[in-house]
Structure formats: structure tokens, C-alpha cells
């Protein structure tokens, strides 16, 4: 991969449950990007716990301690993204690397939102479809995410252009992201939200080069990455919240992606 990409250790959106979190830890290695959306949490980001509204946007540097706490009231999708950025790219956008964890939050606006959750599906669409070059690719969707957030605040700075939003599509992905751990029931929740899926799912594979159920099964090994980076859970009970029946089953089918075992990509998610 050209060195002035940036590298997509993992990428994924789940639902967080009601009252639930995880009390913090640190990436020795890489960065990440974590957006707050559709509900309100609390953040623990800089060693301060902070409550923060839907669409709230935070940059984890290497090193930082964060994690999240939701009230009972709160349901928040976390959209997620775990990378290694050139550094030439943070001397080019230096609120990027600012050494005040506090100049690396953003509250988006209504556009500024839509322009980061079309860019972030077209990056999670790359890691879904495994297309050749498909690492190039998403790293090049991360970069524009990177630019537009250090244009975001900047005065008289154009913003970053949202890709074209398309309602259904977004809905289909939502399907997606919320059946990634639950995937049986992922034939009713279209039938329920997604109406017009017969004819959706050929405009999603022309535009992903994916069906939708591919997208899922790929979107699961995702989570997997996710849930070992942003969690201590044991690999056992990350296999059971993706809703395999056995362990085996999953560490296989991880291996078969990722080409390590869970276990071993743990201990070193960039190597």
C-alpha cells in the first residue's frame, strides 16, 4: 500500500445496548475515529468522562485512554474506525495530531453528518466486498474522512463534499449494521424496513459490487476485529455475540479472513 495512505486496522457500526459500556483502554499502536450517533452517550475521553449529544466525533490518539458509559435512556450506534495515518498527513492537518485531546472533538451538523456516514459506507463497503485493491481503496475513503474532519472547524474552509445520499441504501446498510451479531433474523428486519428489497439489492450490488448478504457475512468478521480491539471479552463470548454456536466455527472462519487466529490478531492487529 503507497505510504501516504492511511491503514484500516478495522472498521464497523454497532448498536451499543441500553445502560451498557465498556470502562476504557488504550491502542499502543494505532488510532481511532469514533462517531456518537442516533443517541447520546457518555465519553471517557482525556481521562474525563463527558455526556455528549448524537453526532459527536471523537479522535483517539495512540496511547489515550477512552471508553464509553450509556445512561438506560441510551441506545447509541457507535461508528468506528481503527487506522494508522501517515504522519505527513498530520503535518498537513495538524488538529489531527493536536497535542489538547479537546481540539480532536467535533459536533457535526445535519450535512456534516451525512457527508462522514456516506464516506465511512463506501470505506465499510470496501472491507465488505473484497474487491482487488479493496485495502487501497478503503484507505483512500479514510483519507477523505480525515481531511473533511480537519476542514470541519476551519473558517471559511469549504467543506468536504458528501458523497450522493441515498435514503434506501442508507436504511439497507442500518439492516446490515444491526444483524451483523444477530444474523438469523436478518431476513425478517428487511422484510419489516426494506419494503422494495427485491429490486434494492440489485442497486446495491451495482453500486458495492456485493449482495447485501455477502456484505453481512463479511461485515461479521468486522465486529469480530472490533469487539478484540474495543473490548476484553474472551474469544469464546466474542464467538457467541457474533452468533456462532461454537467456538471453532468462528475461529475458523476468522482465520479464513483475517489469516490469523482471533487470539493471535488480538495481540498484534497490525502486523
Same mark, same amino acid.
Given at each position: *500500500?503507497?505510504?501516504?495512505? $492511511? @491503514?484500516?486496522?478495522?472498521?464497523?457500526?454497532?448498536?451499543?445496548?441500553?445502560?451498557?459500556?465498556?470502562?476504557?483502554?488504550?491502542?499502543? /499502536?494505532?488510532?481511532?475515529?469514533?462517531?456518537?450517533?442516533?443517541?447520546?452517550?457518555?465519553?471517557?475521553?482525556?481521562?474525563?468522562?463527558?455526556?455528549?449529544?448524537?453526532?459527536?466525533?471523537?479522535?483517539?490518539?495512540?496511547?489515550?485512554?477512552? =471508553?464509553?458509559?450509556?445512561?438506560?435512556? &441510551?441506545?447509541?450506534?457507535?461508528?468506528?474506525?481503527?487506522? +494508522?495515518?501517515?504522519?505527513?498527513?498530520?503535518?498537513?492537518?495538524?488538529?489531527?495530531?493536536?497535542?489538547?485531546?479537546?481540539?480532536?472533538?467535533?459536533?457535526?451538523?445535519? /450535512? &456534516?453528518?451525512?457527508?462522514?456516514?456516506?464516506?465511512?459506507?463506501?470505506? &465499510? %463497503?470496501?472491507?465488505?466486498? &473484497?474487491?482487488? =485493491?479493496?485495502?487501497?481503496?478503503?484507505?483512500?475513503? @479514510?483519507?477523505? @474522512?480525515?481531511?473533511?474532519?480537519?476542514?470541519?472547524? %476551519?473558517?471559511?474552509?469549504?467543506?468536504?463534499? $458528501? $458523497?450522493?445520499?441515498? %435514503?434506501?441504501? *442508507?436504511?439497507?446498510?442500518?439492516?446490515?449494521? /444491526?444483524?451483523? #451479531?444477530?444474523?438469523?433474523?436478518?431476513?425478517?428486519?428487511?422484510?419489516?424496513?426494506?419494503?422494495?428489497? #427485491?429490486?434494492?439489492?440489485?442497486?446495491?450490488?451495482? +453500486?458495492?459490487?456485493?449482495?447485501?448478504?455477502?456484505?453481512?457475512?463479511?461485515?461479521? *468478521?468486522?465486529?469480530?476485529?472490533?469487539?478484540?480491539?474495543?473490548?476484553?471479552?474472551?474469544?469464546?463470548?466474542?464467538?457467541?455475540?457474533?452468533?456462532?454456536?461454537?467456538?471453532?466455527?468462528?475461529?475458523? %472462519?476468522?482465520?479464513?479472513?483475517?489469516?490469523?487466529?482471533?487470539?493471535?490478531?488480538?495481540?498484534? $492487529?497490525?502486523?
Amino acid at each position: *500500500m503507497p505510504e501516504w495512505l $492511511p @491503514l484500516v486496522v478495522s472498521a464497523g457500526c454497532s448498536l451499543t445496548p441500553r445502560g451498557g459500556g465498556f470502562a476504557g483502554h488504550i491502542h499502543a /499502536d494505532h488510532d481511532e475515529i469514533c462517531l456518537v450517533a442516533n443517541e447520546g452517550s457518555i465519553i471517557r475521553h482525556a481521562g474525563v468522562e463527558r455526556e455528549v449529544e448524537a453526532g459527536t466525533v471523537f479522535l483517539f490518539r495512540r496511547g489515550e485512554f477512552h =471508553g464509553y458509559r450509556n445512561l438506560p435512556r &441510551q441506545e447509541p450506534h457507535l461508528w468506528l474506525v481503527h487506522f +494508522i495515518a501517515d504522519e505527513a498527513l498530520y503535518r498537513e492537518c495538524p488538529r489531527l495530531a493536536a497535542a489538547d485531546p479537546e481540539q480532536r472533538v467535533w459536533r457535526l451538523s445535519r /450535512d &456534516q453528518l451525512a457527508g462522514y456516514q456516506g464516506l465511512f459506507v463506501r470505506l &465499510q %463497503a470496501e472491507l465488505a466486498g &473484497q474487491r482487488p =485493491g479493496a485495502g487501497a481503496a478503503a484507505a483512500a475513503w @479514510l483519507r477523505l @474522512l480525515l481531511v473533511g474532519a480537519a476542514r470541519w472547524d %476551519a473558517p471559511r474552509a469549504p467543506a468536504l463534499a $458528501p $458523497p450522493p445520499h441515498d %435514503a434506501e441504501l *442508507m436504511t439497507l446498510w442500518e439492516v446490515i449494521y /444491526d444483524h451483523v #451479531d444477530r444474523p438469523a433474523d436478518f431476513t425478517g428486519a428487511l422484510a419489516r424496513r426494506v419494503p422494495n428489497y #427485491d429490486s434494492l439489492r440489485h442497486r446495491f450490488r451495482r +453500486i458495492y459490487d456485493c449482495a447485501p448478504r455477502d456484505a453481512l457475512l463479511n461485515l461479521r *468478521m468486522e465486529r469480530a476485529k472490533s469487539l478484540l480491539l474495543e473490548s476484553d471479552l474472551p474469544v469464546k463470548e466474542v464467538a457467541e455475540r457474533l452468533g456462532y454456536a461454537r467456538q471453532h466455527e468462528f475461529a475458523r %472462519a476468522f482465520h479464513a479472513r483475517v489469516g490469523r487466529s482471533p487470539t493471535a490478531w488480538r495481540q498484534q $492487529p497490525t502486523g
